[in-house]
């Protein structure tokens, strides 16, 4: 099992930006792929972004291409979220998440395949 603590959220005005961290612990960090997902007021949990446990890879959500990019740094059992043109479409609860699966070779958006989960935190952009 892993624990995950998210970081980095807060209010932001549209077009601003934000960075996200999850920091990992209790298990090989660098073995499993991460996500990160959302959950707005009423609505269901959505995928945001993935990457796989090497970083080669990463996986979108339509909503967010081009806008958010998810990356990982290792050594420091971290995976980030940078949130770039935010809108207020992008208010939510963002979650990371850790991957079930050892080593998988493509990162998933389904939220089935995830084991582990942070809290959460706030984002809130303003218009």
């Known amino acids: 099992q892993v624990q995950l603590a998210e970081s980095g959220g807060g209010l932001v005005q549209a077009g601003g930006s934000l960075q996200l961290s999850c920091a990992a612990s209790?298990?090989?960090?660098?073995?499993?792929?991460m996500g990160w997902f959302r959950q707005a007021p009423g609505k269901e949990r959505e995928f945001v972004a993935a990457?796989?446990?090497?970083?080669?890879?990463?996986l979108y959500a339509d909503s967010v291409q081009d806008r958010f990019f998810i990356f990982r740094d290792n050594a420091k059992n971290t995976v980030y979220l940078q949130m770039n043109s935010l809108k207020p479409e992008d208010t939510a609860v963002y979650y990371c998440?850790?991957?079930?699966?050892?080593?998988?070779?493509?990162?998933?958006?389904?939220?089935?395949?995830?084991?582990?989960w942070g809290q959460g935190t706030q984002v809130t952009v303003s218009s």
């Open positions: 990457i796989t446990w090497s970083g080669a890879s990463t």
């Open positions: 998440a850790a991957d079930s699966i050892r080593t998988r070779r493509k990162p998933s958006d389904d939220l089935g395949e995830f084991g582990s």
């Open positions: 209790g298990r090989t960090f660098s073995m499993y792929g």
